[in-house]
């Protein structure tokens, strides 16, 4: 066995493990005191954030990002402190990056929809909309997908992509909106008389628009008569209520007034073949 040379062993600590040493407890004070301040400035910049007009989603998004893009400084910082080449680890970071943009192409695109759903507000919580083949209220827009529930009360998540560039129908976008029904009148039926007896009925509707006179007027003929267009307004959040009162009015008012129920004129034709 070959005898340890004191002096060696002391020139190796002191030249290679005690720089290592003060290099480690460096990088761990880097490491604490850069995430210290990363923490305090992602908390000062969502007060200044949460000021303005801005929505929370949108803020989450922009400080989740600024926030993985300070802590891949840090690290990057921390290596060159070491004396790692960093240029060769950023080059590394980029193709880690465009083989995860391949891998999660979907997400990413379900990612960068979410970010314009929020910067451009063609919908928020809360609103009726009929979108990506889902009609529904908006419970939450999410950075990948949204959460929709449709009249049926049943939860739909959409992703942003799909929501994004399918056409978008904001019914809450204007505080109220059209309810389009329709009266099926017999060709025998007085054709003022209903559309007078109709527009008393509307009266009686709960739940309209204020200021906004409903519409009766003959939309169409048919081979069974008549069809009126019956169009009263309502506001979004009553838009189903009206519906059905309206609908509800009609058969009463048509029942009551006496008119016939329309029918469907049955034409017979007659055999002209040749008899024998």
């Known amino acids: 066995m070959l005898p340890v040379n004191p002096e060696s062993a002391l020139s190796l600590v002191a030249g290679v493990v005690v720089p290592f040493l003060f290099k480690l407890a460096g990088a761990l004070a880097l490491w604490i005191v850069g995430g210290w301040l990363i923490n305090f400035a992602m908390r000062i910049l969502r007060r200044t954030l949460s000021r303005g007009s801005l929505d929370p989603t949108l803020i989450n998004y922009v400080l ?46 379900n990612f960068a929809a979410g970010v314009f759903l929020q910067l451009l507000r063609p919908i928020s919580v809360g609103d009726y909309i009929k979108a990506g083949g889902v009609e529904g209220t908006v419970d939450e827009l999410g950075m990948f997908v949204t959460a929709i529930t449709s009249v049926d009360n049943v939860r739909h998540y959409v992703g942003n992509a799909k929501l994004f560039g399918d056409n978008i129908q904001n019914f809450s976008a204007h505080p109220f909106r059209r309810v389009d029904l329709v009266a099926q009148l017999d060709n025998t039926a007085d054709v003022p008389r209903a559309i007078d007896l109709l527009r008393k009925g509307l009266a009686s509707v709960p739940n309209q628009a ?58 017979m034709q007659q055999d002209t073949a040749p008899s024998n």
């Open 64 to 109: 989740s990002i600024l926030g993985a893009l300070l802590r891949v400084v840090l690290v990057v910082a921390i290596l060159g402190f070491f004396g790692i080449e960093t240029a060769s680890f950023a080059a590394l970071l980029a193709g880690a990056g465009v083989a995860i943009g391949a891998a999660w192409s979907g997400l990413l695109g």
């Open 210 to 267: 204020p200021g906004k006179a409903p519409d009766v007027e003959v939309l169409e003929f048919t081979e069974r008569g008549p069809k009126l267009a019956v169009r009263p307004y309502a506001h979004t959040n009553h838009y189903w209520d009206v519906y059905f009162d309206t609908n509800r009015m009609i058969v009463d008012v048509l029942s009551r007034g006496g008119f016939p129920v329309p029918r469907i004129p049955v034409v």
